[in-house]
């Protein structure tokens, strides 16, 4: 019965979630709702004590690079900058290779470590000006961005720094470049099918005569640049290079800087007690929110005459459109902690346990538990922190490096995390102004194709062995 509660709680987040309800409303009633039937009791205290802890500890970690993000994008967009490298891409590649670029621009953001939400916002304004100029339906971006950003990047590709690929790394005594072989089999694996599948989609729609869509009826379109001149490509870029290069300067000074931990006193009446920070846990965010900064302050040093006039109304719009986002997104992180605290989840944990072979068993086990969650880095880290141990003597017993682990630990966190409840997937939409109805189709498939990369890689260990 437990087990049928949660997975009840998780259909109907996703039916709601899928049928265009707000996220924040429903996620904490469906959360609740399974408390309700577990043991009322516990409602207030999961409320309180787990579901809002969980959501404002996400907002008080991550909102700022939601915030910065989106003004980051709004101001590519305002800039022309977007139009600029849209142009120039048309130029090089042409119209039909569109999506193989804005693959490319969201796997180069990604592998240099830019958050996976900030990349939706810098990416979205020339996602939109591309589509638009090669007439490629609008409904086609998210699963595109999906593919560039959630996939291969994320957790298949040796050396991403991406949070994905850094967890195993504690618990498997690996470092984030383990079984390179396998992680590039799988990343090729996903990014030929997943280009496959997309141009398949695209002549489909071009066959059908299908265009960008109506401009009166679609939703958060990026305002159409008012110059007369567009920037050189090479400055356009400049502010998305920058990012990536400061965020990994950032993130190797930071620590240098302030050392494993900082504490300052607050300078009120009285003895107040110091206010200590752990660095390790704050570096990456300080590092990319420092990137973001720089970014923007690029744009505004390169383009302030452009984006004046229109810099208040903008910036208005990002900081909205960051709000939407981050607070669909920790209401999801909050489902994702009541979830796992219920008994339900632990049936499903210990279900998934008696699968035979250690990494089928590996992987199923996290990309259910990360399917369930709604997260990718929140259901591997469930899924390590209590089957580690069992793991690890699974393969052991097998002669299986913990190398092969760590890898395909990481790639199943990133496969059936993003079902229609996920945080990634609902900002992905909420940003392009889109629906699941329209566009989650696409993201599923990519989401498929990343599942079987993983079965892809264990095969090919296999093989090799």
């Known amino acids: 019965m437990s087990f049928l509660i949660v997975l009840a709680a998780l259909c109907f987040l996703m039916v709601v979630a899928y049928r265009g309800h707000s996220v924040i409303l429903f996620a904490p009633v469906a959360a609740m ?4 039937l ?6 207030a205290p999961m409320f309180t004590g787990l579901f809002m802890d969980k959501m404002v500890g996400f907002l008080k970690l991550y909102f700022p690079v939601f915030v910065l993000g989106a003004l980051f994008g709004k101001l590519i967009e305002l800039s022309g900058f977007s139009r ?9 590649f042409g119209a039909s290779r569109a999506m193989l670029s804005i693959v490319a621009v969201c796997a180069l953001l990604t592998y240099g470590g830019v958050s996976l939400f900030v990349v939706v916002f810098a990416v979205y304004p020339f996602a939109a000006e591309l589509f638009r100029q090669g007439n490629i339906p609008k409904r086609l971006i998210p699963g595109t961005i999906a ?8 957790d298949a590709l040796p050396g991403t720094p991406q949070i994905q690929n850094i967890i195993p790394t504690s618990f498997f005594g690996t470092d984030s470049w383990a079984a390179p072989l396998l992680g590039v089999t799988g990343a090729v694996f996903i990014l030929v099918v997943g280009l496959s599948y997309l141009e398949w989609r695209r002549r489909v729609a071009f066959k059908r005569g299908e265009g960008y869509g109506d401009p009166a009826t679609l939703v958060n379109e990026p305002a159409v640049f008012a110059g007369t001149a567009l920037a050189h490509p090479f400055v356009a870029i400049l502010p998305l ?5 400061s965020n990994k300067l950032f993130s190797v000074l930071i620590p240098h800087g302030y050392g494993s931990s900082h504490a300052f006193t607050p300078a009120v009446i009285g003895n107040a007690a110091p206010v200590v920070q752990e660095i390790s846990k704050v570096a990456a965010i300080w590092a990319v929110q420092g990137a973001l900064l720089v970014g923007i302050l690029t744009v505004l040093v390169f383009a302030w005459r452009l984006v004046k006039a229109s810099f208040a109304e903008g910036s208005k719009s990002a900081i909205g459109g960051a709000l939407l986002a981050s607070m669909n997104t920790a209401s999801e992180y909050g489902f994702g902690a009541v979830i796992a605290a219920l008994p339900g989840f632990v049936v499903v944990a210990d279900a998934l346990a008696a699968i035979p072979n250690p990494l089928v068993n590996e992987a199923v086990t996290v990309t ?3 399917g369930i969650t709604g997260s990718a880095s929140g259901g591997m880290s469930i899924a390590l922190a209590a089957m580690a141990d069992s793991f690890i ?10 190398e092969v682990l760590h890898r395909v630990a990481a790639m199943a966190s990133g496969g059936m995390d993003t079902l229609p409840h996920n945080g990634a997937v609902i900002t992905l939409l909420a940003v392009t102004g889109l629906t699941h109805r329209q566009s989650y189709k696409d993201v599923f498939a990519i989401t498929v194709i990343k599942t079987l990369a993983v079965f892809v890689v264990i095969a090919t260990y296999y093989a090799m062995a």
Do not use: E, H, K
Request: charged share 5%; glycine share 8%.
């Open 38 to 43: 577990t043991d009322p009791t516990l409602m």
């Open 241 to 245: 290079v920058l990012v990536g290069v």
């Open 368 to 370: 259910a538990l990360a």
């Open 147 to 154: 593919l560039g950003a959630f996939t291969f990047t994320m």
């Open 33 to 36: 709702g399974a408390v309700l």
């Open 393 to 402: 003597a699974n393969a052991q017993a097998a002669g299986i490096p913990m």
């Open 84 to 92: 600029s490298i849209v142009t120039s891409t048309l130029r090089v």
